[in-house]
């Protein structure tokens, strides 16, 4: 079992910046593939980004293209998502989630396909 933990959120103001962090447990780390994904109030959740295992291939919802970054430090065990010019349309709670597998080959951007996951940090952005 793999247990996840996000932490840097927070409040910021519109156009501000905020770097997420998710450190995971365990000694396979470069075995999972990794994905951000967030969740605000009175809507579904949704993907954000994704960083595969092996050959580090990177995937954004188009929203977030330009702006966000992911990345991952396996000596560290823990993978970032780096938030640039942020909107008050990105308030939501950021989950962390990790996935050894893709059981159902429907992609790293498919919620479905993740086992693990953290229990979320909030980002609020303000006008």
């Known amino acids: 079992q793999v247990q996840l933990v996000e932490s840097g959120g927070g409040l910021v103001q519109a156009g501000g910046s905020l770097r997420l962090s998710c450190a995971a447990s365990?000694?396979?780390?470069?075995?999972?593939?990794m994905g951000w994904f967030r969740q605000a109030p009175g809507k579904e959740r949704e993907f954000v980004a994704a960083i595969t295992r092996n050959t580090y291939r990177i995937y954004y919802a188009d929203s977030m293209k330009g702006r966000f970054t992911i990345s991952r430090d396996n000596a560290k065990n823990t993978v970032y998502l780096q938030m640039n010019t942020l909107k008050p349309e990105d308030t939501a709670v950021y989950y962390c989630?990790?996935?050894?597998?893709?059981?159902?080959?429907?992609?790293?951007?498919?919620?479905?396909?993740?086992?693990?996951w953290g229990q979320g940090t909030q980002v609020t952005v303000s006008s």
């Open positions: 989630a990790a996935t050894g597998r893709m059981a159902y080959g429907l992609g790293p951007e498919n919620l479905n396909e993740y086992e693990y």
């Open positions: 365990g000694r396979t780390f470069n075995s999972y593939t």
